[in-house]
């Protein structure tokens, strides 16, 4: 299990961290969220100490992370970086050596990872001559290829395909059933959504809502309400409530308690009602509720 | 997996990598053979013997002159060709297509072509005088062993009051050829450790290596994988120059003697040198984020070595001048100036001692310096971070 307690960082002026901290239960997979500039990296680069905070502690099973520790973390970084010139099987044999693995173990994991993220017949190209997209798959490659415990990825899903964002699912999912933890970040909320068990969602440097994303979800005391009359968006006249427009999409955020009966009754007086929805927030209706509050 | 142990892969990786890098077998290829072809070239060059020169005889000839100037030119180190010419016009001739350097002209005249030489005009004065007395004594019926006491009443002797090593000049020009053999490696491997440092946080991979190791770990590693890199190019460099200087034929000089002291000085002050300057290179390099901007950024350490470089100069020159004493002495210039010295056979112990003692110490001060700003600056990219935030940086 990775807990990670009050985690304070300052550069300069700037208070990137303010006591932010989650935890994620060995297993499950943690979609870790926020707006730009809310502090996401900073926090994944605390876990390896990348970033070495002022403050606040993380710990791995209970123990305090140390470099012996780490070494069963895999983590992709945001920059998107290897060795241009080197050749793709063995700068990830060299990562995965420099993690712990003996030359043969390196060799046979990578080579089970390039077939599973299938570029195992670019294996002896450098890594400049691949395309962007497997470029990125030998970077998850890297990150893999230690089989670490846990696994942690800033915006993976960033520039895959449709096809690309299925099999990362797919491949994360797998991992998690095996046992591994993963914590990734991304701004794809429907992604995260299908994806994560676990949600963290940090802002201004402080972790605003965190938890199992059903019980948050059941616990929510908002509702997502979606009107539709003669084809077209309705919205109640109601005092609190929050419409939500999203790409043509237009939904409203109301509470629990709202009168049910009463708006469907408006909106039948108002015209056909070709939809209508009232549901538990989704995870954007989350988002939006923690971080603008 | 001990800290040690990826300090090794990482080591590996940069000795491999760059090794089989092209351009950097190419030009060390190139190089190899220049220096290989140094010593037969100059030797052909040269022809290996110094050119004879011809004395042109016409006229009436002095009886024995032929002999007598091949034994005055042993006297005077000149090698001496005699051609007869049956006319004047012939013999001037000679002298204006080169074929002749002097002519002498009936026992009594010496003509040059246009520049007369004071040796040449001595040395056949000397075997005129040499026969005609000869034969006027011989007339007065003197016996040989009085007219060699005649000719040669006293044969001075020839002594100097200072010794002289006869291979100075072959120990200065070697300590000379070393001293730049040091250079280049020095600011090759060096720039290899600033180019490296960018390129990992050019390409971003740097925080993909940091996540598995140290930042101190990357930094030992990669300037020993270089450092490496650097000590088997000294030994095929040195190890040509060596072949060189025995294909060059130098009959009178113990290359042996000379050179295998020389090539372990090199070896022993590359590696005080290198690691001075590798965390000065690799420290600069961390503090931008690209190519482009690492020229600007290097000139701090080129400053600093281009005067050791000139000091080693110096010290070939006039290897017990001032400046080249100081420049000895002093951690940044040592490992250039004090091998050099040291090969003249002019450094004390003492000085030897303040220089090594005082490079080292340097080394390990820009290791803890370089390692500091290094860490500081490597997760930093964008624009170029200033040395002072980097250092700052590093204690947070």
Request: glycine share 10%; aromatic share 6%; charged share 20%.
């Amino acid at each position: 299990m990775l807990t990670i307690t009050d985690v304070h960082k300052r550069f300069g002026d700037v208070v990137a961290l303010n006591g932010a901290g989650f935890s994620v239960e060995r297993g499950r997979i943690l979609g870790f969220l926020g707006p730009n500039g809310a502090g996401k990296t900073t926090m994944m680069r605390v876990i390896f100490d990348l970033v070495h905070p002022d403050g606040g502690e993380v710990t791995w099973n209970g123990s305090p992370v140390d470099a012996e520790a780490r070494l069963g973390f895999g983590y992709m970084p945001e920059e998107r970086g290897l060795y241009p010139k080197m050749k793709v099987g063995s700068q990830l044999v060299h990562f995965a050596r420099l993690s712990g693995l003996s030359h043969s173990d390196a060799r046979r994991a990578v080579d089970h990872w390039l077939g599973v993220l299938g570029i195992d017949d670019r294996a002896d190209a450098k890594l400049e001559e691949l395309s962007h997209g497997n470029q990125q798959r030998a970077q998850l490659a890297a990150a893999l290829a230690p089989s670490p415990e846990l696994l942690v990825l800033d915006e993976p899903f960033a520039g895959l395909d449709p096809i690309g964002v299925d099999s990362l699912s797919e491949t994360l999912r797998e991992l998690s059933s095996d046992g591994v933890t993963i914590v990734f970040s991304s701004h794809q909320l429907d992604l995260v959504e299908d994806v994560c068990q676990e949600v963290a969602i940090i802002n201004e440097g402080r972790v605003v809502l965190d938890g199992n994303l059903a019980q948050i979800k059941a616990q929510s005391t908002r509702r997502r309400l979606t009107t539709d009359v003669d084809g077209r968006p309705w919205i109640p006249d109601l005092p609190d409530i929050e419409v939500v427009s999203n790409h043509g999409q237009v939904h409203c955020v109301v509470s629990e308690d709202a009168p049910v009966a009463d708006i469907l009754a408006a909106a039948e007086a108002a015209g056909r009602v070709t939809r209508f929805a009232f549901e538990p927030p989704h995870l954007t209706d989350l988002f939006r509720e923690a971080v603008q509050s | 997996m001990t800290p040690w142990t990826q300090v090794w892969l990482l080591s590996k990786r940069e000795f491999v990598e760059r090794g089989r890098s092209k351009p950097f077998l190419v030009i060390m290829a190139i190089i190899a053979v220049a220096i290989i072809a140094v010593g037969p070239v100059t030797n052909a060059l040269s022809g290996g013997e110094p050119e004879a020169t011809t004395v042109g005889l016409v006229g009436t000839e002095l009886p024995g002159i032929e002999d007598e100037l091949r034994t005055q030119g042993d006297l005077f180190e000149i090698e001496i060709d005699v051609v007869r010419f049956a006319a004047t016009d012939a013999a001037e001739n000679a002298l204006e297509d080169g074929d002749a350097d002097v002519v002498l002209a009936d026992g009594n005249r010496v003509v040059f072509h246009d520049d007369t030489s004071v040796r040449l005009t001595a040395l056949i004065q000397r075997s005129v005088d040499t026969v005609v007395t000869e034969s006027t004594l011989e007339g007065l019926g003197l016996s040989e062993s009085e007219i060699e006491a005649v000719q040669n009443p006293v044969q001075v002797s020839v002594a100097t009051i200072e010794e002289t090593d006869p291979q100075e000049d072959a120990k200065r020009g070697a300590a000379f050829v070393g001293a730049i053999v040091l250079y280049i490696s020095i600011i090759m491997f060096g720039s290899f450790v600033a180019t490296g440092t960018v390129e990992e946080k050019q390409n971003r991979v740097v925080e993909v290596v940091l996540s598995r190791v140290r930042s101190w770990q990357v930094l030992v590693g990669k300037v020993a994988g270089i450092g490496l890199l650097g000590l088997l190019q000294l030994a095929i460099l040195l190890g040509a120059g060596y072949t060189s200087a025995q294909l060059a034929g130098l009959t009178d000089i113990d290359v042996a003697a000379i050179g295998l002291p020389i090539i372990a000085g090199v070896f022993f002050w590359f590696i005080l040198g290198y690691v001075f300057y590798a965390f000065l290179y690799a420290a600069v390099g961390s503090t931008v984020s690209r190519q482009e901007d690492l020229q600007g950024a290097i000139m701090l350490p080129i400053v600093l070595i281009v005067p050791g470089y000139l000091l080693a100069i110096a010290a070939a020159e006039n290897p017990d001048g001032l400046l080249p004493r100081i420049g000895s002495l002093l951690p940044m210039w040592a490992p250039f100036v004090m091998p050099v010295r040291t090969a003249a056979g002019v450094a004390a112990l003492w000085e030897i001692a303040v220089a090594v003692i005082g490079s080292t110490v340097g080394a390990i001060a820009l290791v803890w310096i370089g390692s500091r700003v290094y860490r500081g600056a490597l997760l930093r990219t964008g624009t170029k971070v200033k040395v002072t935030d980097a250092w700052r940086a590093a204690a947070e």
